[in-house]
């Protein structure tokens, strides 16, 4: 039996020491893995994706946290069926959740609606927040200021001009002259 400790953090200034902490001194002759990605899904997740592949038969995936490891129910899911497709169970450290028994199992379904409730519940106050602040600050939020004066494009392309020469004379892109036609 393998114990597979998996440890995430989102950003690349924060690190991942106090997971692994934890995780090793619950499993000190765990095979610990970390990565900096996202949690908001399982996509480009290359460690853990590498770990549900590795894993086997009577092995053990342990996460300090739920939230270290998904934070949508789909997501949760998925890892949980195919952690026990291969005969191996799933540990969250914190809550003391085993997937190895069926009120484990149970409990990490809980959480996981929970896990979700509160991601929706965070993007609704996000959008909520900047809403009010377009309302006090609209001038922030009219997007970039036009570089290049589409006038002096179509007057070039009226002369004339092709596309790539036009791009050339005002040191723009052929994709804005384009847009401009």
């Known amino acids: 039996m393998t114990i597979f400790a998996y440890c995430r953090v989102s950003t690349t200034d924060q690190n991942t020491a106090m997971q692994k902490d ?3 001194k619950a499993y000190p002759n765990a095979v ?11 996509q480009n997740r290359d460690v853990l994706s590498l770990l549900l592949d590795m894993i086997g038969n009577e092995d053990k995936l342990v996460v300090w946290k739920l939230d270290r490891l998904a934070r949508n ?18 540990e969250i450290l914190d809550q003391r959740i085993d997937t190895a028994t069926a009120s484990g199992k149970a409990f990490l379904q809980m959480l996981g609606v929970f896990a979700e409730f509160e991601t929706n519940l965070r993007k609704e106050r996000q959008l909520a927040g900047i809403a009010k602040a377009k309302l006090e600050r609209p001038e922030a939020y ?11 494009i179509k007057e070039l392309l009226a002369q004339g001009l092709k596309p790539t020469e036009v791009a050339k004379k005002l040191g ?7 847009r401009y036609r």
């Open 22 to 24: 934890a995780l090793l």
């Open 172 to 178: 723009i892109g052929r994709a804005t002259v384009y």
């Open 32 to 42: 610990v893995r970390e990565e900096k990605k996202s949690g908001t899904t399982t």
């Open 73 to 90: 129910l789909n997501d949760l899911t998925n890892i949980v069926a195919t952690i026990e497709s291969k005969g191996a169970s799933l």
């Open 142 to 152: 009219q997007g970039k200021k036009p570089t290049t004066d589409g006038i002096r």
